[in-house]
């Protein structure tokens, strides 16, 4: 586990109608502020990685379909420094992921068709303060499943 990232298990309400799956509460203790929120689709099989926010704070929760959520903390004071984690979180495992400034993080795609990923941020989106690394960047030690199947 990196130090920092927060895995809440999150509720859903279900019945024949439907189902209400909830997300994140302003009451919560590990609530720290809202910038924006927004969705992102993926593609089964597809990556969409590397990027790192030197100052929001991510919560990600992923209603639809499934993801292989990947970080890596290259933070020069952290205890957990050089670690990779890797969480399987969607529908069928659905948690709510608190990822800190100054992580990598990137996700793959694992159910079919679309996967559709919150977001809620602390901070609006600003490109300054976003760093990005390609794919297969090999200052971070993962190596993406090239044949992933689906959930």
């Not at 890596?72 to 400034?101: C, F, H, M, N, W």
């Not at 499943?145 to 959930?151: I, K």
Request: proline content about 6%; glycine content about 8%; overall charge negative.
């Amino acid at each position: 586990m990196i130090q920092g990232v927060i895995i809440t298990d999150l509720h859903k309400t279900k019945d024949d109608r439907g189902q209400v799956m909830h997300m994140l509460r302003c009451d919560a203790k590990h609530f720290i502020g809202f910038g924006e929120i927004y969705f992102s689709t993926v593609n089964l099989g597809a990556v969409k990685a590397w990027k790192l926010h030197r100052k929001m704070t991510l919560n990600l929760a992923v209603p639809l379909g499934s993801v292989r959520l990947v970080l890596y903390d290259e933070r020069p004071d952290s205890t957990t420094r050089g670690t990779v984690q890797e969480i399987i979180t969607g529908e069928a495992a659905y948690k709510l992921i608190t990822i800190p400034p100054l992580v990598w993080n990137g996700f793959q795609g694992l159910a079919p068709g679309v996967t559709l990923l919150a977001n809620c941020a602390t901070l609006p989106h600003d490109p300054a303060e976003v760093d990005r690394r390609e794919v297969d960047d090999g200052r971070i030690p993962y190596i993406w499943p090239q044949e992933v199947s689906s959930e």
